[in-house]
């Protein structure tokens, strides 16, 4: 099994993955959350 794999699978339990909104949109969004979240903490 990939890293990969294992992320995917990891995020579709923990987001419970509903059916009207596609997995790749929730990880997309929480790629940007992070993104922010790092951004805050750097002071930028």
Excluded: S
């Excluded at 339990?13 to 790092?38: N, Q, S, T, W």
Aim: charged residues 35%; contains cysteine; aromatic residues 2%.
């Amino acid at each position: 099994m990939t890293k990969k794999k294992v992320m995917v699978d990891a995020l579709t339990d923990y987001l419970g993955c509903a059916d009207d909104v596609p997995l790749i949109r929730k990880i997309i969004e929480l790629e940007e959350r992070m993104a922010a979240l790092e951004a805050e903490v750097r002071g930028n």
